[in-house]
């Protein structure tokens, strides 16, 4: 587990990619399991998942005011957690063990087009950071995208334990990469237009077609987001390891940030 950072030049894939994990993860883990707020600054392809009950709300570029709400809260949920976390030596996992009917949902936020939010919002660039350098320790994740490295200041890219690396503008950006997962690098990008459908990891053409229409079979399919066995996925896509790392946690859906104050 741990935050990851995905990097590619533009049009490379890189909203379809993400789209395909935030999928994956829905389709996984449980509203009481994970809790997932998205600021989308790109394309807003994260729309599809506002209807998602594991999803708290989609924020795109100018909502001010939920931004602040969405800083607020997690900049709270941080606090309470050192808190709380203090009692079993810093560890969600000791916490977890001991209390198991106790529900502590992991978080994952998602930022599509990092710079474009760090422009545009200056005042929170040291709660960002904050929120991803402290927030793995308590079950926070943060999943970014960006063109290059050198779109996130290096204090920040310190902060990603997983890098995935898509079509960079330039060849020379590949070796400032070393730790990056990126089996695309060298591929072109053919019939992009045609096709529609953008030169990505393999998982988000695998999903690219039921994406839009997932949120509706989790709202229908109650069963299935209460705990009783899910299908298994023959091709599944996962956060990095996110995936493994969810654990027991609050009932019900992800809080809206029209609600937050």
């Known amino acids: 587990g741990g935050n990851a950072v995905v990097y590619g030049m533009t049009g490379s894939g890189k909203s379809m990619f993400v789209s395909a994990l935030i999928y994956s993860l829905c389709r996984h883990h449980s509203p009481e399991e994970l809790n997932i ?3 989308d600054f790109a394309a807003e392809a994260s729309r599809m998942f506002s209807a998602m009950p594991q999803v708290g709300d989609v924020i795109v570029g100018g909502d001010d005011e939920k931004i602040h709400n969405l800083m607020q809260l997690l900049q709270d949920e941080i606090s309470m957690r050192r808190k709380i976390l203090s009692a079993y030596a810093g560890s969600l996992d000791v916490y977890r063990s001991e209390n198991k009917n106790v529900n502590l949902p ?3 936020v998602l930022v599509d087009n990092y710079t474009a939010f760090a422009e545009g919002y200056e005042a929170y660039d040291d709660l960002m950071y904050q929120v991803i350098r402290e927030g793995p320790r308590f079950g926070i994740y943060t999943l970014i995208t960006a063109i290059t490295s050198t779109s996130l200041r290096y204090r920040l ?9 898509m079509q960079m503008p330039d060849k020379s950006d ?7 997962h990126s089996p695309h690098r060298q591929r072109p990008v053919p019939q992009r237009k045609r096709a529609g459908i953008p030169d990505c990891h393999p998982a988000a053409r695998r999903y690219a077609q039921p994406l839009s229409g997932h949120a509706k079979d989790c709202k229908r399919d109650g069963k299935q987001l ?19 790392c969810v654990g027991r946690q609050n009932p019900g859906a992800a809080e809206p940030c029209a609600h937050w104050h």
């Open 174 to 180: 590949y070796s400032l990469l070393r730790r990056a």
């Open 37 to 39: 707020y998205c600021l």
């Open 106 to 108: 992991n978080i994952v």
């Open 226 to 244: 209460e705990g009783q066995p899910r299908p298994e996925d023959p091709h599944p896509a996962g956060y990095g390891d996110a995936g493994t």
């Open 157 to 165: 890219s310190q902060c990603f334990k997983q890098i995935f690396c």
